[in-house]
């Protein structure tokens, strides 16, 4: 199956809480980010991501943060791309408040949102043939 991955450092715009707490609404459009290259590779066409069946935010994220987000097509229909959906931290920043450029990798990737979804690539935009269907 289709896979895709992203890694980007969150950043004081996307700090929404106090203490520079990520909305965990921005994992959902990394989500979403991963989702339309998934279905470019898949179909060569962006397609549209219709529904989350499941949301799990496991841990919380900060401005200064990396997170990688995963993505996976697990089950292909006819027009449906069910895909699983997760992100790691893999940089923690901010880890000293008298050394505020100060950052450390993980040695262990901390999963903090964890989703399944479905998208859509109706049929007269499918470019990408498949001996499947």
């Known amino acids: 199956m289709e896979k895709a991955v992203i890694r980007l450092r969150m950043s004081a715009h996307d700090a929404h809480y106090g203490g ?3 909305d965990g609404a921005r994992m959902l459009g990394l989500f ?3 989702a339309t290259e998934l279905l470019i590779r898949l179909d060569g ?3 549209l991501f219709v529904a989350y069946d499941c949301v799990e935010f ?3 994220v900060y401005a200064g943060d990396y997170i990688e987000a995963h993505g996976l097509i697990t089950k292909i229909g006819n027009t449906s791309r069910q895909m699983e959906f997760h992100a790691y931290k893999v940089i923690r920043g901010h880890i000293d408040p008298a050394s505020p450029s100060a950052a450390e990798v ?3 990737p901390i ?3 964890y989703a399944r979804g479905t998208c859509v690539t109706p049929k007269d ?3 990408i043939p498949r001996e499947s269907q």
């Open 111 to 113: 999963l903090v949102t």
């Open 45 to 47: 066409d962006e397609g």
């Open 20 to 22: 520079d707490l990520v």
């Open 58 to 60: 496991k841990a919380p």
């Open 106 to 108: 993980l040695e262990e």
């Open 125 to 127: 935009k499918q470019r």
């Open 32 to 34: 979403g980010d991963v």
